[in-house]
DNA sequence: GATTTTTAATTAGCGAGAGTAATGACGTAA
DNA sequence: TTACGTCATTACTCTCGCTAATTAAAAATC
């Protein structure tokens, strides 16, 4: 790793940061937190998954889970079952609500962000969008 | 914007989300929340605020602010001042003890970031490094 | 097969960190 | 001087995370 290189990673580590935190306030579902909404996208990536998984993947505790699968389940936005060959297990899988909640989340930030993006000169934006599949595998790493 | 351009946003707020999420995990002082370490962030880039300012670049309310700004202070890491020209408010600025939890803290996180993108082909990481200054801009946009 | 250990989810209780309502001090305008 | 707006703070409440403990089921061991 050169130095130029450290100093592109410092840059792209910054501008994550950032821009994160400016896509988090452009708010859609007022009654859902963001775990809750995190965890509705874990689901739409992976269909469904049991609470412990979910646990992992979100970095949080399995009781802390099993509320926030409750909560969901309580406003209609996942189900629970049985696991088919595991009877400690339940398995959840999201509702329709769940997955029209998520696509407004997902159309309101993409829309945010390519105003964005318009500020951008022709050649800093035509440099972003060729490193778009590059930083999305990354991010997928 | 074009459909590929489209595409590109929805690939870079994907890749925005999920690497901030990742880099969070990347722990340094287990005693500072991460707004806190948030404030220290903001105050560091603009050498000293108000409450009431703060409040508004963390978007948490001032009663709130007033007591992340206690805490910190009792951790030594911040001080409170007078405002020289209004005695309503406080002046505050963070200690060279803060400077160094924040150079230490970027130093890990960028170590982190430059590790992951060392698993990208030289192709890939060319184009996010092409990106980087593009991606800063539009970050403080 | 019986027993022990491990795994998975859940319940109960606690605390950190956010919000709201209210208050007091200060500054400005009338 | 009074009225109003600004600013920070205090007091109280609620949300959402954690840990400890429990129960049920599955797997491993004897």
Redesign the pocket.
């Known amino acids: 790793m050169s130095e130029e290189d450290l100093v592109a990673v410092n840059q792209l580590r910054s501008s994550v940061m950032r821009l994160s935190r400016r896509l988090k306030h452009q708010h859609v579902e007022q009654s859902l937190?963001?775990?809750e909404m995190s965890v509705l996208g874990t689901l739409a990536r992976c269909g469904s998954a049991?609470?412990?998984?979910l646990?992992r993947r979100e970095?949080?505790?399995?009781?802390?889970m099993?509320?926030?699968?409750?909560?969901l389940e309580e406003k209609g936005l996942v189900r629970?079952e049985s696991h088919p060959?595991?009877?400690?297990?339940?398995v959840v899988s999201m509702t329709e609500q769940a997955a029209e909640i998520l696509d407004e989340s997902r159309r309101r930030r993409n829309a945010w962000l390519a105003e964005l993006a318009s500020q951008l000169t022709d050649e800093e934006w035509a440099a972003v969008r060729e490193a778009a599949p590059a930083l999305y595998r990354l991010a997928h790493l």
């Open positions: 937190s963001p775990t049991t609470p412990g998984e646990a970095h949080v505790q399995p009781p802390s099993t509320r926030i699968i409750a909560m629970r060959q595991d009877r400690r297990q339940v």
